[in-house]
């Protein structure tokens, strides 16, 4: 029992030598002598740069659709950038100073490759009408320039803002509409992963041309309250698009933003109700 009981002890001993603590201090049994605490060393502060920031390039900024998307963009703290033929736009507003102005023209290569430095993903309003030849230059031909060379320079996503099908109008304006679908389909291969094409119908909201104001939401915004829910109209021979429900150009410039930088948006062709649909997910 006696030595049992001399063996516990020193058995216990051991472990107040080990773990045995007070305020800190680590107390040792077998020798009367109070070990000094350990010293901590402070780790040194690295500072590590932020990760680089995502930077759009829009195509065609200047215009009504490109100025909302340009500033949606911002409000979203991305480096942002615009190219046109006009170079800086004629806005006053204060975000206009936030921007990185680019002149230029997208069927003459030499002249703006070098705005796609540093750019991770693009944008394009490109579009205009005239005569057949015209639209079809600037509709297709010129985004085609564009979406080649964003390939070749390794931007990860590019989102075209293209247009619905109107039926008649489809004919009417041959050039306008080839050039948009040939441009869809160079986008569909060069960005099979990246791409996305946007087809709004009729854009609405405040549009600015000169000093004038334009509330085209006045018209615009009862028509698509009524025509998103007439869905099934769309499906009518020859009269079907013209039921295309009307779509504002903030919802248009929020889903371009987000399909621009979000890496899991779905590619591929977005109609308007798809656009409709996206924008309400992104308002709740």
């Not at 659709?65 to 963009?73: F, T």
Request: with cysteine.
């Amino acid at each position: 029992m006696a030595s049992r009981l001399i063996n516990s002890r020193l058995a216990l001993s051991r472990v107040y030598a080990v773990g045995g603590s007070k305020n800190g201090r680590f107390l040792s049994t077998e020798s009367n002598k109070v070990d000094e605490p350990f010293k901590v060393e402070e780790a040194e502060t690295v500072h590590v740069p932020p990760p680089p920031s995502d930077k759009l390039l829009v195509l065609g900024g200047n215009g009504f659709v490109g100025s909302h998307i340009l500033r949606e963009a911002l409000n979203r703290g991305l480096v942002v950038a615009s190219l046109s033929r006009s170079g800086k736009s004629s806005l006053h507003d204060s975000w206009a100073n936030n921007v990185t102005w680019h002149q230029g023209n997208l069927l003459s290569s030499d002249s703006w490759k070098e705005a796609l430095d540093g750019v991770t993903s693009v944008i394009s309003c490109v579009g205009g009408f005239g005569s057949n030849s015209y639209m079809y230059k600037i509709n297709g031909t010129a985004n085609i320039n564009a979406i080649r060379a964003a390939a070749e320079k390794g931007v990860k996503r590019f989102v075209y803002i293209s247009a619905a099908d109107f039926g008649l109008a489809n004919y009417l304006l041959q050039g306008y509409y080839e050039g948009k679908r040939a441009a869809e389909t160079e986008l569909l291969t060069k960005f099979p992963y990246g791409g996305v094409i946007l087809r709004p119908g009729f854009i609405y909201g405040t549009r600015t041309v000169g000093s004038v104001k334009l509330p085209l939401g006045v018209v615009g915004s009862p028509m698509e309250m009524v025509l998103q829910h007439a869905k099934p109209l769309n499906q009518l021979p020859i009269v079907g698009p013209l039921f295309t429900p009307p779509v504002n150009v903030t919802a248009v410039a929020k889903v371009a933003v987000r399909a621009a930088t979000d890496p899991v948006f779905p590619p591929g062709i977005v109609d308007v109700h798809g656009i409709q649909r996206f924008s309400q997910q992104m308002s709740r």
